[in-house]
């Protein structure tokens, strides 16, 4: 029996990385972008080889076993374990050597393949296998599970690629892989005599000569990334474990470094849409292409067709309705003639064989880029499909040889017809590798035994075929049942292979090699069991839970969620508050922990961006499943002396603004900030927004227009207190250019902090007193303006949520960003286009909750300005967060995430920041020492407006 705490004691004495065993971490990765949820014993981040040599030696002496993780992403189960989680991707993510000259890389097992990809784009060379989840997942992470992606057709999967490997052997021995000659091993083989890495090569030897023409039999004849590679393993008669090692999904071995073939980015390349009406007429047309040597043939249906086109306006003449397959078919090559020459040969045989209804090439390279894009997004965009029903990934990986592809289809779509399930598909079909999700509810068990039935004859099929039941994605839980059925007696030789290196069975069991009893709908994320506890909290709405099950832990959000890109370790990640909250809501926690701090302090790495909302692939609503999470605490607990004081701020406001010099003045004293920081919790170097004694409200007293032209404007705390004579008077003014009277109404603050913090019920007078204010001021013919983005993020999207009345959702739609009420006045030929040169060379920074609120169109405006040169557009956010930057325990934490938009801003070369938020824009003249200004102000000033 293994007793966690004197693990964790003696694993902390033992390595230099991070050693975590508390029920929070192991939560968290309890589940991956799989079906699959498993609690570990504990979590470990080594931070290099040394450690891992350490913990290998320690888990084989104390019979635990090791999974690695990369970014989690694979999607048969293969991240997740009962034993000990071992995340790379913390701290082993550097890359160590680019030789362009040579053609490789050197890095280490947890760098984000795009960041690679990133690095060697400066040196013109690319890292071919590129999966769709690129942007998040980890090359050691490519290498277990052997991943490839769009370009695989033309270029290879991973194992083409790795030319080495550092890797640590069950037994904790350090070992370097190369390509031997056959006729060394065993006895002139340079590895240490009598160590297990030795055996290995002995018994591989033997294994793979005895059973040369049974390993032959079973060579894959389609894109494969299923069980062993015994097939590779002895080349020309040089023996490269490496090839083994590729697609072993970490069962073999726990890799530490690899150095990887990288070649040349391709110079030219042709993309076009081509559109089928029947999936049959779509394989047929496969082998058509192949024979001109395609780059890429990837593949979306009509349902991802419909979901990426509600997300990409701009690209709705690619995006038709009504259509059953696209293909997005690419060339590239080094004559820029011979790639177009290519795409219209393929368009011409497409079309005479009458198998395309339609055909549209790409008219540029940016817009071949925005059609890769949206490919990449389709990958996990399924996630949006609405109900119980989800699209499941489980047949999701099928491959078979190009030829036989149409058949193939037309029998799964039979299979398919037959159990009556509607699919989602994406995938790579110049590999004849089809992602196909049936879209069934995990919670229920005659949908689970369909799951069951469907596998079954699908991967019975492809076996037909001759084809591999993981084309890329690998086993894991899910496959693993079933490759006996792919591979018969040559199964025996993968058991054998796994008790060289891993006699004890303690690197990732479960997977390749089955568990005893285990089948694929085993521990299941959503099951027949699954249901929800009641906290008696606003999380026991039936809304909250849709939002919970939207999120299929796809792990996207490790690429935009810039607390994660600040931390650099899962609880950042959005998917982690999801994770918890659910196990909070189904009792895989127990209840107190829902109002524990370690459970809050998570929930707070939530800054509620609002990123989600645009870039998650599902639209899960993380923001606001955190917020209610905080306020169960809150509920609790109350709110922090921090939050009481940064919550209420608005409220000492009027009297700073009066004694406003020597409110300033006060505090830059140093004693005064360190006492704040003592008391309160604000960092004593964080900038603080200065105070105005002419408000807003002192400036133009409130006298209700009686005319047609009449707007109210929610001139927010900042306008008002911070910086009349900029944000505010200028918009009050421009819209007096306008025509129009300006009514600024005696509001409360919106809150939007208290509300971020949980203070949800402590917002609540404020909330119903604004919308009382405001919904009077709509019955009387006005429309209410806003130059804060967050101030209206809080009364057109959080106070509907909150109240769910229809007054609220009624006031959201009479709620306007100044900039959207120009840009609409602009539709209407309404704008004043007088506009007089303003000199300024300036970067442009959306604010997240601008980019929340919907598409931005300030550029269209200022972009008419004379004069005014943008540098740079940035949609990146700037980590303060509102409040969260000022507090003491976050301010590394918050500038930290901002330094991607900082870099952006300072190597653009501009001398100013235009960006609509206060608290950015404090942010932002912090890290950078440039000034910054509202977009307001410079349109402003180039209308030349007197007050
Ligand atoms: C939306 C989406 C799209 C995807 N598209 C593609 C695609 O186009 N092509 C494709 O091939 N895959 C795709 N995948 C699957 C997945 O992203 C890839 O398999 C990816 O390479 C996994 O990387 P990871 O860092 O997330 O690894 P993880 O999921 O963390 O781990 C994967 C496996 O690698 C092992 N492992 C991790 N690090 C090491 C190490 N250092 N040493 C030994 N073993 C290790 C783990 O134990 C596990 O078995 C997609 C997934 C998602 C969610
Ligand atoms: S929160 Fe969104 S992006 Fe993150 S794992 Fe869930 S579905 Fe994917
Ligand atoms: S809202 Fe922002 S901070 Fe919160 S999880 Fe989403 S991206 Fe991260």
Known sequence: ?????????????LISGDVRFDEITRTIYSTAACLYKIKPIGVIYPKNADDLVKLAEYASDQRISLTARGAGSSLAGQAVNDGLIVDLSKYMNRIIEINPDDGYAVVQPGVVQDILQRELKRYGKFFPPDTSSSAYSTIGGGIANNSSGARSVKYGTTKDYVLSLELVLSDGDLVKTKPVPLELIPDDFPGRPGSLEQEIYEGLKRITIENRDLIERYRPKAKSSSGYNLFDLIQNRMFDLSKLIVGSEGTLCIVTEARLRVIDLPKHKAVAMAYFDDVVKAGMAVPILLELGPSAIDVMDGLVV??????????????????????????DGEDS???????????????????????????DQDEADKLWRVRKAGSAILGRVKGEKRPLRFIEDVSVPPERLAEFLGKLWGILKRYDVRVGTIGHAGDSNFHVRPLLNPKDPSDIEKMRLIAEETFSLVVEMEGSISGEHGDGLLRTPFLRKEFGELYDLFFQVKRLFDPLNLLNPGKIIPQEGKGFTDNLRYGPEYRYIQTGSRL???????????CDGCGTCRSYCPVFGALGEERGASRAKVNLIRAALTGDLPPEMLTSTEFKSVMDLCYNCKRCLSECPALVNVPMLCLEARAVYVREHGLSIQNLFLGNASKIAPLATTFAPLANLTMQLKPIRWLMELILGI???????????????????????????????????????????GEGVSTVEVLRRHGYEVYIPKTKCCNVAKITMGGIKESMDDIRENVDILSQLVDEGFEILFSAPSCLLAVRMEYPEILDDERSKRLAEHCHYIFEFLFDLKERGELVEELNPVDMKAAYQIPCHLKALGEDRTLEILRRIPGLEITTVADRCCGIAGTFGMKKQYYDLSLKAGEPLFRQILSSGAELVISSCGTCRLQIEQATGLKTIHPIEVLFRSYEVKP
């Open 1 to 13: 029996m293994i007793d966690p705490d004197r693990v964790e004691r003696h694993l902390k004495t």
């Open 306 to 331: 419909d979901l990426v086109r509600m997300r990409e306006r701009e690209l709705g003449r690619f995006l038709p309705e009504k259509v059953e397959m696209v293909y997005l078919i690419e060339f």
């Open 337 to 363: 003639d011979r790639v177009r020459q290519k795409l219209k040969e393929a368009e011409r045989s497409l079309r005479e064989e009458g198998l395309v209804t339609d055909f549209l090439p790409a008219r």
């Open 540 to 550: 026991d709405r039936e809304r909250m839970h849709e939002e919970l099950e939207k």
């Open 683 to 725: 960092h004593r170097d964080r900038r603080m927004p200065k105070y105005r004694f002419m408000t807003l409200s002192r400036r133009y007293p409130r006298r209700k227009p009686t005319g047609e032209k009449k707007v109210a404007y929610f001139a927010g705390c900042y306008a008002n207190y911070n910086d009349p004579a």
